[in-house]
């Protein structure tokens, strides 16, 4: 695992002060109104990332709500987002004493200078640090192989090459097991682990984690479908702060049907604690 902390601690970017921080950023324009640019620094086959998508309205909420932490966002991505303006609109549906309630919309214009709206999502926050510490849980990391053992995009020919900004600004290690889409031999099963990062080091916060249940390439590859398959619903739970250190991310899918299919998404950080989980609906394309 020393290759994932390679950068050294003067080099390696800090929270508040990265990539993925300015990307997200977003400026008030007015009480509930913000407004930003999406950068084309985190699309892939041409479409913004919808984990990068959520974690910038997730900025949006912690701004606009009195609690700092997003505990649980569900998003519906109604049309395809693009690099550029959009604007967030927030409405606060209710401020409770541990937990309050939101709702935000993100729209783009299009041709004719018309609003679009690309996302609508609900989401309650709270403050993670104010949670007991007590657990009991029968769920187990997953079992990926050490850091060193593990593949990235640099490792070997990539099958996305020059569709996929998104992998420039990630560190990602996929488990071999769940590899073989890359090289022609897909498994069939609907499983993908890795490990995860930000390629300049930041450390993980909630936002980020909001995007790490969203980056890894989709279970169809593994499952031998190959193409975008665009979010309908996503909807994520942060049960911790991650503590600093890379995380391990594992997917899987169960069950496609009808040309949908679910992924259930855990990740887990450096101290083996289980900090967010996810599932989304998803489209894939049939050949």
């Known amino acids: 695992m020393s290759e994932a902390a390679s950068a050294s601690s003067s080099s390696r970017a800090v929270i508040g002060d990265s990539e993925f921080d300015r990307d997200t950023a977003v400026a008030r324009r007015a009480p509930g109104v913000y407004d930003l640019d999406l950068s084309a620094g985190w699309t892939i086959l041409g479409a913004v990332n919808g984990g990068y998508l959520l974690a910038v309205l997730g900025r949006a909420l912690g701004d606009a709500l009195p609690h700092p932490d997003p505990f649980t966002i569900s998003a519906h991505y109604?049309?395809?987002?693009?690099?550029?303006?959009?604007?967030?609109?927030?409405?606060?549906?209710?401020?409770?004493?541990?937990?309050?309630?939101?709702?935000?919309?993100?729209?783009?214009?299009?041709?004719?200078?018309?609003?679009?709206?690309?996302?609508?999502?609900?989401?309650?926050?709270?403050?993670?640090?104010?949670?007991?510490?007590?657990?009991?849980?029968?769920?187990?990391?997953?079992?990926?192989?050490?850091?060193?053992?593990?593949?990235?995009?640099?490792?070997?020919p990539d099958p996305l090459k020059g569709t996929s900004a998104i992998t420039d600004r990630l560190l990602l290690k996929l488990d071999p097991a769940t590899l073989g889409w890359a090289l022609g031999q897909p498994s069939g099963k609907g499983e993908m682990r890795a490990?995860?990062?930000?390629?300049?080091?930041?450390?993980?916060?909630?936002?980020?984690?909001?995007?790490?249940?969203?980056?890894?390439p989709p279970t169809a590859f593994e499952m031998g479908l190959k193409g975008w398959v665009p979010t309908v619903e996503l909807t994520a739970h942060i049960r911790h702060r991650p503590a600093p250190g890379p995380l391990r991310v594992a997917i899987t899918t169960r069950n496609l049907a009808g040309g949908f299919l679910e992924e259930d998404a855990e990740v887990?950080?450096?101290?083996?604690?289980?900090?967010a989980q996810s599932r989304q609906l998803a489209r894939v394309r049939l050949a």
Do not use: H, M
Not at 197 to 213: E, F, I, K, Q, T
């Open 195 to 216: 490990w995860f990062g930000l390629a300049d080091g930041r450390d993980a916060d909630p936002l980020s984690l909001l995007l790490a249940v969203d980056a890894l």
């Open 78 to 156: 109604l049309t395809a987002s693009r690099p550029g303006k959009a604007v967030i609109r927030t409405q606060t549906v209710r401020a409770g004493r541990t937990l309050s309630t939101g709702q935000a919309s993100l729209l783009q214009y299009d041709d004719e200078g018309n609003e679009v709206e690309r996302i609508r999502v609900l989401a309650s926050y709270g403050d993670l640090a104010a949670l007991p510490d007590d657990v009991r849980t029968t769920a187990k990391p997953p079992a990926i192989p050490p850091f060193e053992q593990c593949f990235g995009p640099a490792d070997g």
């Open 268 to 275: 887990w950080d450096s101290e083996d604690r289980l900090v």
